[in-house]
Every structure is written in C-alpha cells, then in structure tokens.
Nanobody, 121 residues
Framework: QVQLVESGGGLVQPGGSLRLSCAAS????????IAWFRQVPGKERKRVSC????????YYADSVKGRFTISRDNAKNTVYLQMNSLKPEDTAVYYC??????????????WGQGTQVTVSS
C-alpha cells in the first residue's frame, strides 16, 4: 500500500527556514519521482519542486528557485524540502506526491495528507 506522510510544517517568520519531510512506504522511493505541491484556500494546487529518479535532479518552480532545495535519503525512504528565505506568499498547505513513475510529471495519483506552512511575523 502506497503511503506518503508529510511533516515539518509550522509557523516561521519571514526570512526563516523550515525543512519538510515526506516519508514514503509501500514502494522504494528512489525508483520513482517525488514532487512537492502547495495549495492555498481557493486556489489550485501547484507543483513547487520535483526530484526525478531518472537523473536525480531537482526541478523547481520559478517562485521558489534559489530558495528551496529538494533532496532524498534512500536509506530512510524520505524526501525533504529545505525551504530558506521564506516569504509570506509561501504560506500554504504543502503536499508530497508520487505517480510511481520515473520522470517528474504534472499529475500524480498518490498524495500525502499535507502539512501547513505559515510565514508570518
């Protein structure tokens, strides 16, 4: 059974940092791409980053490029999203997702429950 569990969200001041974790079970994480999405109320969910299992590279939305870093620890079957220089507009519920395919995609079948990130002074 595929399961994704996010953690690490919280309240942080502008300019601060958080590291989100996505713990995977039911499949071998390094065989497939994993993406991070975020969603604010009333808006569609948007992909912010993805790590491909083809080349191991991280891909980023322009809005987070240079501030966020995606990585994975295959031994722990966990993907991380390191978020630095956070801005109020980064406030959202963050989800990790997989479609059990190797390349980064735009649609995904399996989702975690989400973790809230709030950037506010």
């Amino acid at each position: 059974q595929v399961q994704l569990v996010e953690s690490g969200g919280g309240l942080v001041q502008p300019g601060g940092s958080l590291r989100l974790s996505c713990a995977a079970s039911g499949f071998t994480l390094d065989d497939y791409s994993i993406a991070w999405f975020r969603q604010v109320p009333g808006k569609e969910r948007k992909r912010v980053s993805c790590i491909s299992s083809i080349d191991g590279r991280g891909y980023y939305a322009d809005s987070v490029k240079g501030r966020f870093t995606i990585s994975r620890d295959n031994a722990k079957n966990t993907v991380y999203l390191q978020m630095n220089s956070l801005k109020p507009e980064d406030t959202a519920v963050y989800y990790c997702a997989t479609d059990l395919r190797r390349p980064c995609l735009t649609t995904y079948s399996y989702w975690g429950q989400g973790t809230q990130v709030t950037v506010s002074s």
